[in-house]
């Protein structure tokens, strides 16, 4: 369920969170950063499964040619199997699903610098319009959460027990 997405899941356990007080520029900090976090925990899943994906070819990106790529990916779907099974055992194809583990590492580990949250005005701003929701559902915050966990309940396959990321430290699990 949509209440257990990536960022979803951060917003609500950050506008919901109990010690709610205005202005609390530790705890929008904290909520930028957990939502990071799990993007890149995501991220990484991600590369892991498609690397172990045998059928799956990986395109190198160039970020200086986007038409080059587009290229690559429309002349790999209109390839025949034979064809496409001769790309993937390519030397090259081997170095791209090569693991490498200083990539992990810095997926799990890259802290990216929050522009929006580095601008004092644009800050206060941000840190205003998150009070105000924040102040409109607390009143609601027992409910909410109840209404969550009913419906996490009827998704026992999304409650992610064996990955469940740690706790938002501005969250308490009522």
Same mark, same amino acid.
Request: aromatic share 8%.
């Given at each position: 369920?949509?209440?257990?997405? /990536?960022?979803? %899941?951060?917003?609500?356990?950050?506008?919901?969170?109990?010690?709610? $007080?205005?202005? !609390?520029?530790?705890?929008? &900090?904290?909520? $930028?950063?957990?939502?990071? +976090?799990?993007?890149?925990?995501?991220?990484?899943?991600? &590369?892991?499964?498609?690397?172990?994906?045998?059928?799956?070819?990986?395109?190198?990106?160039?970020?200086?040619?986007?038409?080059?790529?587009? =290229? =690559?990916?429309?002349?790999? /779907?209109?390839?025949?199997?034979?064809?496409? !099974?001769?790309?993937? +055992?390519?030397?090259? =194809?081997?170095?791209? %699903?090569?693991?490498?583990?200083?990539?992990?590492?810095?997926?799990?580990?890259? $802290?990216?610098?929050?522009?929006?949250?580095?601008?004092?005005?644009?800050? +206060?701003?941000? =840190?205003?319009?998150?009070?105000?929701?924040?102040?409109?559902?607390?009143?609601? %915050?027992?409910? /909410?959460?109840? !209404? !969550?966990?009913?419906? +996490?309940?009827?998704?026992?396959?999304? &409650?992610? &027990?064996?990955?469940?990321?740690?706790?938002?430290?501005?969250?308490?699990?009522?």
């Amino acid at each position: 369920p949509a209440g257990r997405a /990536i960022g979803y %899941r951060q917003a609500l356990d950050y506008l919901l969170r109990p010690s709610f $007080v205005p202005r !609390d520029s530790d705890a929008l &900090t904290a909520f $930028v950063e957990g939502f990071a +976090a799990a993007s890149r925990r995501y991220a990484s899943q991600q &590369t892991k499964w498609f690397r172990n994906e045998p059928l799956f070819e990986w395109i190198s990106a160039d970020w200086d040619n986007p038409n080059l790529v587009e =290229q =690559q990916v429309f002349d790999a /779907i209109h390839r025949d199997r034979a064809a496409h !099974d001769e790309a993937l +055992a390519t030397e090259a =194809q081997r170095e791209r %699903r090569r693991v490498r583990p200083a990539e992990g590492k810095a997926m799990r580990t890259y $802290v990216g610098l929050h522009e929006l949250l580095g601008a004092a005005e644009d800050e +206060a701003r941000l =840190q205003a319009r998150a009070d105000a929701c924040c102040a409109r559902l607390q009143p609601l %915050r027992v409910q /909410i959460l109840q !209404d !969550d966990a009913e419906r +996490a309940a009827s998704y026992p396959y999304h &409650t992610g &027990t064996k990955r469940e990321a740690p706790a938002s430290p501005c969250v308490d699990s009522a």
